[in-house]
């Protein structure tokens, strides 16, 4: 016997908002850009901008509860050969990201880029 499940939106008892999850870990944020930080693909990301080569800042719709370079983490990739993407702290609030995408010399390029970041949301 097998069960389907076809809904549109699950809300808590009050249905003012989602359902709490227990023991569960999802990411809180994300977004999928390109080299001059236009979006492709996000999820609480508010706004976005190229700071610079190999910078880019994002705004997010909800803020985390704390600094998200000290509290939360940060998880990603880039194209081309030995890029990564990594926090920085200048412009890094609870509700901004600044986003370096570093080449294997530690120089900033830039690059399409995908992170996730997982925490909690204020």
Known sequence: MTSQLNV???????????????KQIAAK??????????IRNSLNISTNTDS?????TYG???AFTAD???????AGMCTGGAR????GTSNTTASVIE????NSSGSNTDSSHSFQLTGDLA
């Open 60 to 62: 997010l719709s909800n």
């Open 68 to 74: 998200i370079d000290q509290h939360c983490a940060m």
């Open 29 to 38: 944020a994300f977004g999928n850009a390109g080299s001059d930080a236009s």
């Open 8 to 22: 549109d939106t699950i809300a808590d008892k009050a249905g003012s908002g989602p359902v709490g999850l227990t």
């Open 52 to 56: 610079g080569t190999g910078l880019y």
């Open 84 to 87: 990564y993407p990594r926090t």
């Open 99 to 102: 986003i370096h995408i570093e």
